[in-house]
């Protein structure tokens, strides 16, 4: 490169790029963790339990190149209860709204009936779309020929990715990609913001992420966290008393809250105490925390619950 041409590329505006990528995919493929990992900060509640994703969860990366805003969904699955046609309605409108596609797979998983599913809904997106071949630290790297071979036939995507989100391997170009990919324009957000969604939001996903980690086969599933009541502390020494969170989980039986209280209050003062300790982390400030399990029989189908459910997450401003 000459001098002149070296000047002109000095001179040439940068360019500024603002969009939204929406990741989905089957369940457990790691899209929260992909999240997380662009974004250097724990948003997402992750776990080793399907469905753990709820919501269309708001992710905002900004910097010198612009500003990528991203719509963790839902996994795609084959919905049983009202709660789980929302979830998969999250999903679906991601995939309409979304300027560009991220989808991602689990490659330990075989391609099957549920994979050639997701495939026929992203081959209806009109934005452009991205392969991402999840979990590349726990399979051989020749394994994964045949599965890019079959993504690469489908002639749907711009490029085939494969990373291990839990790792980074592959991450920073996927992210390179994706900036690509991006349309020119303005910050869509404030950029100095990481979410759109409440604070309280937040809160009861961190509770939950702690019930997750406790219980297992069905207990997963038919539980959910409703933040009951919030107290700020008043007077000169507020900054040092405690903020004070009562929330409820959610259980179907009688039996599910018998194992979540645990003998003589057990489990659920061990999933507080590990609650409480996240949660004075993330808010910075002492918390004091109760919470009560709530027996309500059939709650993934009641419409009133859902909508309190989905009313923590609504965005700031709607």
């Given at each position: 490169m000459n001098e002149s041409e070296s000047?002109?590329?000095?001179?040439?505006?940068?360019?500024?790029?603002?969009?939204?990528?929406?990741?989905?995919?089957?369940?457990n493929a790691g899209k929260s963790t992909l999240m997380n990992?662009?974004?250097?900060?724990?948003?997402?509640?992750?776990?080793?339990?399907?469905?753990?994703?709820?919501?269309?969860?708001?992710?905002?990366?900004?910097?010198?190149?612009?500003?990528?805003?991203?719509q963790d969904t839902p996994g795609i699955h084959r919905p049983k209860h009202r709660m789980n046609k929302q979830m998969v309605r999250y999903a679906l409108d991601a995939l309409a709204d979304a300027d560009v596609i991220c989808m991602m797979t689990d490659v330990q998983q075989s391609f099957g009936s549920g994979e050639q599913y997701l495939l026929d809904l992203v081959a209806k997106a009109s934005g452009p779309r991205v392969a991402v071949l999840n979990k590349l630290d726990l399979v051989s790297r020749p394994s994964l020929l045949p599965r890019m071979a079959r993504y690469s036939e489908a002639g749907l995507f711009e490029e085939i990715v494969p990373i291990s989100a839990l790792t980074g391997d592959g991450v920073d170009l996927l992210l390179?990609?994706?900036?690509?990919?991006?349309?020119?324009?303005?910050?869509?957000?404030?950029?100095?913001?990481?979410?759109?969604?409440?604070?309280?939001?937040?809160v009861a996903e961190l509770i939950r992420e702690k019930v997750l980690a406790a219980t297992r086969e069905e207990l997963p599933f038919a539980t959910a966290?409703?933040?009951?009541?919030?107290?700020?502390?008043?007077?000169?020494d507020r900054d040092r008393r405690p903020v004070r969170i009562f929330a409820s989980i959610l259980v179907e039986k009688p039996?599910?809250?018998?194992?979540?209280?645990?003998?003589?209050?057990?489990?659920?003062k061990e999933i507080g105490t590990l609650a409480?300790?996240?949660?004075?982390?993330?808010?910075?400030?002492?918390?004091?925390?109760?919470?009560?399990?709530?027996?309500?029989?059939?709650?993934?189908?009641?419409?009133?619950?859902?909508?309190?459910?989905?009313?923590?997450?609504a965005s700031w401003g709607s």
């Open positions: 000047a002109d590329t000095a001179r040439a505006p940068r360019v500024i790029r603002a969009g939204t990528v929406a990741l989905v995919g089957r369940p990992r662009c974004l250097q900060e724990k948003l997402a509640i992750t776990s080793d339990k399907p469905q753990t994703t709820r919501q269309r969860l708001i992710g905002i990366l900004s910097g010198d190149r612009g500003q990528m805003v991203f390179d990609l994706l900036w690509g990919l991006l349309p020119e324009g303005k910050p869509i957000y404030d950029p100095e913001l990481l979410t759109i969604h409440p604070e309280r939001f937040l966290v409703l933040l009951e009541h919030w107290e700020e502390p008043e007077g000169e039996g599910q809250k018998k194992i979540l209280v645990g003998s003589k209050g057990s489990m659920i409480r300790l996240d949660l004075e982390a993330f808010l910075s400030r002492p918390v004091f925390l109760k919470l009560n399990v709530r027996h309500e029989p059939g709650w993934r189908e009641n419409q009133r619950l859902l909508a309190e459910l989905e009313g923590q997450a």
